[in-house]
């Protein structure tokens, strides 16, 4: 009778359903599976042959049903993760973070706040640094820009050049007066934490003097 109940049970929360209808309840329906395994295992002894024979078969279709509902409820728990995890992004708003903070990114005595900082508190899919720079007297400056991820990653984004710049430094009177030099960042940007935006100068006959930084996610 033990056995017959716990059969009907198992009809009626697998059977009665798909795999992936079953995996909604793996919790309530694995331990009824495996006490039905059980039940099997106790009864082997005293089978006849033609028993014995339906037993393991029995036995060998539950064990890949309970894989399989396991697997399936793995999967869609795992799904429901991502799907919120995305929705989450999808509703976060992209947030500037400005920096006006005058830096040089020259010859090493001539360089000075050329490393901004920026906190992001939540990230977004899309994330980018705009920055508006320039050689001070000429546009003839080279050098690179460098992010650095709060797991103390280091990619470089750009390399600038005088291609970057209309106008030096010594002829704009606000940031409004030079080009944006925009780089995406967004493979960069997958975690909130502190992002480190530094300029590092190479070559040219001008160090680049930097106005602005913005980092964007």
Same mark, same amino acid.
């Given at each position: 009778?033990?056995?017959?109940?716990?059969?009907?049970?198992?009809?009626?929360?697998?059977?009665?359903?798909?795999?992936?209808?079953?995996?909604?309840?793996?919790?309530?329906?694995?331990?009824?599976?495996?006490?039905?395994?059980?039940?099997?295992?106790?009864?082997?002894?005293?089978?006849?042959?033609?028993?014995?024979?339906?037993?393991?078969? %029995?036995?060998?279709? @539950?064990?890949? !049903?309970?894989?399989?509902?396991?697997?399936?409820?793995?999967?869609?728990?795992?799904? *429901? +993760?991502?799907?919120?995890?995305?929705?989450?992004?999808?509703?976060?708003?992209?947030?500037?973070?400005?920096? %006006?903070?005058?830096? @040089?990114?020259? !010859?090493?005595?001539?360089?000075?706040?050329?490393?901004?900082?920026?906190?992001?508190? *939540? +990230?977004?899919?899309?994330?980018?640094?705009?920055?508006?720079?320039?050689?001070?007297?000429?546009?003839?400056?080279?050098?690179?820009?460098?992010?650095?991820?709060?797991?103390?990653?280091?990619?470089?984004?750009?390399?600038?050049?005088?291609?970057?710049?209309?106008?030096?430094?010594?002829?704009?009177?606000?940031?409004?007066?030079?080009?944006?030099?925009?780089?995406?960042?967004?493979?960069?940007?997958?975690?909130?934490?502190?992002?480190?935006?530094?300029?590092?100068?190479?070559?040219?006959?001008?160090?680049?003097?930097?106005?602005?930084?913005?980092?964007?996610?």
């Amino acid at each position: 009778m033990k056995l017959r109940i716990l059969l009907f049970c198992f009809a009626l929360l697998f059977w009665g359903g798909s795999v992936y209808a079953a995996a909604n309840q793996a919790d309530m329906l694995t331990p009824v599976m495996n006490k039905y395994l059980q039940e099997l295992s106790s009864i082997e002894a005293t089978a006849s042959p033609d028993q014995l024979r339906y037993i393991k078969a %029995e036995k060998t279709r @539950i064990q890949t !049903a309970i894989t399989e509902v396991t697997a399936q409820h793995k999967l869609q728990k795992a799904t *429901e +993760v991502a799907q919120q995890q995305m929705m989450l992004k999808k509703a976060h708003v992209p947030k500037t973070h400005i920096s %006006e903070t005058f830096g @040089i990114a020259g !010859a090493p005595v001539f360089t000075k706040n050329n490393i901004y900082s920026f906190n992001l508190q *939540e +990230v977004g899919d899309k994330s980018k640094v705009v920055f508006y720079a320039s050689g001070r007297k000429s546009t003839k400056t080279y050098g690179k820009v460098w992010l650095i991820t709060p797991a103390n990653e280091r990619f470089r984004i750009h390399k600038w050049s005088p291609h970057d710049f209309k106008r030096p430094l010594s002829e704009a009177s606000s940031y409004k007066r030079l080009s944006p030099v925009t780089t995406d960042i967004s493979k960069y940007v997958t975690m909130p934490g502190t992002y480190k935006i530094e300029f590092g100068y190479t070559d040219g006959i001008d160090a680049l003097g930097i106005m602005r930084v913005e980092l964007t996610s």
